[in-house]
Nanobody, 120 residues
Framework: VQLQASGGGLVQPGGSLRLSCAAS????????MGWYRQAPGKQRELVAA???????NYADSVKGRFTISRDNHWNTVYLQMNSLKPEDTAVYYC???????????????WGSGTLVTVSS
């Protein structure tokens, strides 16, 4: 199983970006999916998560600005980021709890990360 994230880049404060993360491989089902971020010198933190049923959870710092969604058919999770601030600058990692074919439980997988830089 692999997670491939894309969509990062340089954006001015107040701008928007959309991150995507596609899971591929021997996938039976995916439970929770989410986005984390790690800024320089800081610990990795949860940004947003979404269950297989569509329930969402957000960090307080991004509520009202970021929206997480998923496409279960394509095993893809998205993060729409609006009103970006310089403090949103970080490497963003996607995460998925994947049940592979033949397994009875999920295993956590991580994408390689995509850099988001918010600067004028």
């Amino acid at each position: 199983v692999q997670l491939q994230a894309s969509g990062g880049g340089l954006v001015q404060p107040g701008g928007s970006l959309r991150l995507s993360c596609a899971a591929s491989g021997s996938i039976f089902s995916i439970n929770d999916m989410g986005w984390y971020r790690q800024a320089p010198g800081k610990q990795r933190e949860l940004v947003a998560a979404i269950t297989s049923g569509g329930s969402t959870n957000y960090a307080d710092s991004v509520k009202g600005r970021f929206t997480i969604s998923r496409d279960n058919h394509w095993n893809t999770v998205y993060l729409q980021m609006n009103s970006l601030k310089p403090e949103d600058t970080a490497v963003y990692y996607c995460n998925a709890d994947v049940v592979a074919w033949g397994d009875y439980y999920g295993v956590d997988y991580w994408g390689s990360g995509t850099l988001v830089t918010v600067s004028s």
